[in-house]
């Protein structure tokens, strides 16, 4: 794939390897051994567009390829109406660069003991902002190595099309981010590799520990596509800088593994797949009667009661499918919300 634009598309994706673009869209919470199940659209932005669109359509190779290839746009070339329906229905308003540079800088500023680690912002008196890069090699503080820092857990929650993970254009502007100049965490992350690695294979070992490390959720079904396109592409921006050439079929089919378990859908308040919170009957009432207690009725008609979880605001107690993520150090999966304390 030597595609260098910011639009990434599908078309190119599947011709490259049609299983890279179905492991993609694969649901690591839904599937089973035997059966592939897709995140699903959970917007009705497409519905128009009929079967296969629908808000709970899986999104498929075929609803996105081919002469659908065009189907899934990032948010800065979506139509105005269209973003403001996404803004009415979801909240959905992206964060431009420069303000996920300020916040992601507040991280590293925490984690190194000092500023300015990888960039200085510049907020200039006419409103506009931007950021110096720091060229010089990353120095690690006393007691603490580049591993240390590649292997840092970070996450994005609600995370769009993961503008603080990864930064290859303003998700608001639409312009692209020079490689040079990219402020992502997983950026980040990736450069401090690039500074410390020289073969091919300790790279490759050290960028599936850094995409290992970070983690993001999002509702709609079109946004983690793009999350999880724009990792991966990531990827391969940053091998071939380093290398001068892309990466291996199977290196990339290893990063997108890792990255369908931790760019995940999920409802950010409940911690379950979006939607799947299902009403369970209503325990049968006992009565004073010395014949027989009451008869529940037609299990058709009788009135449901609601999931405890959602009526009791409790993120623990739903009967709805919890989304799962991996634990790569203890190789192991979990739910997110066991690692939530109340």
Known sequence: MTNTQVDIK????????????NALLKDQTLSSENEQVNIFWATDSYADLGDGYQYGDQITIESING???NVIVRRAVKSREQQNQRIRERAEVFTPSWICNKQNNLIDNAWFGRNGVFNSEVD??????????NIAPIVFPEGKTWLDYVNENRLEITCGEAPYLVSRYDTVTG???PIERRIGLLDR????VGENTETSGDWLKAAQAAYMS??????QGDNLVLAREALLYTFIDYYRAKFGKDPQLKSLQHIVYIISWNIWQMDGLKGVIPNSCIKIPKLKRETSSLFSPEEIGDPETQTLADCPGCKNKDIHSHTCKYAKIRDWKDDKVLTFVSLIKE
């Open 189 to 192: 992350k990736l450069r401090v």
């Open 124 to 133: 200039n008196s006419d409103g506009t902002h931007s950021w110096i890069v």
């Open 10 to 21: 599908e078309n190119e994706i599947f011709e490259h390897s049609p299983e890279l673009l």
């Open 67 to 69: 002469t659908n290839g």
């Open 214 to 219: 970070v983690y993001g959720f999002e509702w």
């Open 175 to 177: 312009e692209p981010i």
